[in-house]
């Protein structure tokens, strides 16, 4: 089987492999799958405003998603994502706040620029740590994401307000959101935001497909110590990708900061869930920039699509999110359908 068509052929069959598994269940506690997924669907895709919705939905998956396969391919696997995108989510909402009377055209870059800085400089940490002490990056990010939402709570709380659970919104000149996009969505909250992801996804196909960089950075993640022995410098790449990485998450979290809420508020102890389903989209979309993009939208579409079960096909929201489960973790297990190919590839 041609390899490329294999690489697309691999994540359909997991996504349908998991939808069915998901029917499995809504019909084994008595549900109408059918009428469920149908819901699903029009929730997801039935109406520009719901369109609208599932790309919101999306665009910070985008970002995270392409975080996590810059760190992967360099051979790194950033569980740190959640806790990145909330330090970029944090800190654009901070200069949106403290400039709200500056122009347009000079608070809007900065508070984006500030999100994608402190992503980086979070994962810039654990780079170091592994490319000087070769720390588990894992269990390092890990250990970050909770120093990170504890941090963010505590800045929320006595900083940004006072003795408040939720900062003020940002003012216009910091958003997002576009008029003339809410108004071809009918009403959505789809902002700027999803132009800025495409670009990004453009960016980083050429660099990981098109620079020396971005060569290395595969080279030292399929081999370390080869890369090293070829006169590549191992250090420096490990930090440049978990870097790379890192401002790609807080770019995620910009999304939500100056996109969908335009403020920020305590997280009580729980890291924003962009970041874990991120890495869900990156290994749907086989770890490329072009899978990533849409896998995202699919999952943006599953999110959207799947508050309007519980009212149009009387599906609890539990077993919505079963489902959705479900899908996950066969996107996890993707070796499974790949071992069926092989055989059957024997086989023959």
């Known amino acids: 089987m041609n390899k490329q068509f294999r690489s697309i052929l691999v994540p359909i069959l997991t996504v349908f492999i998991g939808l069915f598994f998901g029917a499995l269940i809504m019909?084994?506690?008595?549900?109408?799958?059918?009428?469920?997924?149908?819901?699903?669907?029009?929730?997801?895709?039935?109406?520009?405003?719901?369109?609208?919705?599932?790309?919101?939905?999306?665009?910070?998956?985008?970002?995270?998603?392409?975080?996590?396969?810059?760190?992967?391919?360099?051979?790194?696997?950033?569980?740190?994502?959640?806790?990145?995108?909330?330090?970029?989510?944090?800190?654009?909402?901070?200069?949106?706040?403290?400039?709200?009377?500056?122009?347009?055209?000079?608070?809007?870059?900065?508070?984006i620029i500030a999100g994608m800085i402190a992503g980086a400089f979070w994962a810039a940490i654990a780079g170091v740590l592994k490319a000087y002490f070769n720390t588990s990056e894992v269990i390092v990010t890990i250990m970050l994401n909770y120093i990170s939402v504890y941090i963010s709570d505590y800045l929320v709380?006595?900083?940004?307000?006072?003795?408040?659970?939720?900062?003020?919104?940002?003012?216009?000149?910091?958003?997002?959101?576009?008029?003339?996009?809410?108004?071809?969505?009918?009403?959505?909250t789809l902002h700027t935001g999803i132009f800025l992801a495409v670009v990004a996804v453009i960016l980083v196909w050429i660099f990981m497909e098109r620079t020396t960089l971005g060569f290395e950075l595969k080279t030292v993640g399929k081999n370390r110590f080869a890369a090293q022995y070829a006169g590549m410098n191992a250090k420096r790449n490990i930090i440049l990708a978990m870097v790379i990485s890192g401002g790609l998450a807080g770019l995620g979290g910009v999304m939500n900061g100056l996109g969908e809420f335009r403020n920020i508020f305590l997280m009580n102890g729980v890291a924003p869930a962009i970041g874990f389903d991120g890495m869900a989209v990156s290994l749907l979309g086989g770890n490329h920039p072009i899978g990533t993009l849409f896998a995202a939208i699919l999952f943006g579409g599953l999110k959207t699509g799947g508050t309007l079960m519980p009212l149009a096909a009387k599906v609890p929201s539990e077993i919505v999110n079963i489902a959705i489960a479900s899908i996950i973790f066969f996107i996890g297990s993707q070796y499974i359908i790949t071992f069926f190919l092989d055989r059957k590839k024997t086989n023959n």
């Open 27 to 111: 019909w084994a506690f008595k549900f109408d799958a059918i009428a469920g997924y149908k819901a699903l669907w029009t929730g997801a895709a039935g109406s520009p405003f719901n369109i609208g919705q599932s790309l919101r939905a999306a665009t910070p998956l985008i970002f995270t998603g392409l975080g996590f396969s810059v760190a992967y391919t360099a051979g790194f696997f950033n569980i740190g994502l959640s806790g990145q995108a909330l330090a970029g989510w944090l800190a654009s909402i901070w200069v949106a706040l403290a400039l709200p009377d500056a122009p347009r055209v000079i608070v809007l870059p900065l508070a």
């Open 157 to 188: 709380r006595n900083v940004l307000t006072n003795k408040g659970d939720v900062t003020p919104q940002i003012g216009d000149n910091a958003t997002l959101r576009a008029p003339w996009l809410s108004e071809l969505t009918k009403g959505s």
